[in-house]
């Protein structure tokens, strides 16, 4: 069975390059990122349910 690990990069998490190594050496088949690696820091256009983009995103 192949199994693979699917990541959304952010600031705070663990390089991607980093991730992968470990990743092979515990036999995971494949690393899948979103096609929308990122968030720009500034934003035009406010987060729908007022407040601060929640961290998460």
Avoid: N
């Avoid at 990541?7 to 092979?24: G, K, R």
């Avoid at 979103?34 to 995103?57: F, V």
Wanted: aromatic residues 10%; charged residues 20%; glycine residues 6%.
């Amino acid at each position: 069975m192949h199994i693979a690990v699917a990541m959304f990069c952010t600031d705070y998490a663990i390089p991607p390059v980093e991730l992968a190594v470990a990743l092979e050496t515990r036999g995971f088949e494949s690393l899948w990122l979103p096609e929308h690696s990122h968030i720009p820091l500034s934003r035009d256009s406010a987060w729908p349910q007022g407040g601060e983009l929640p961290k998460r995103y």
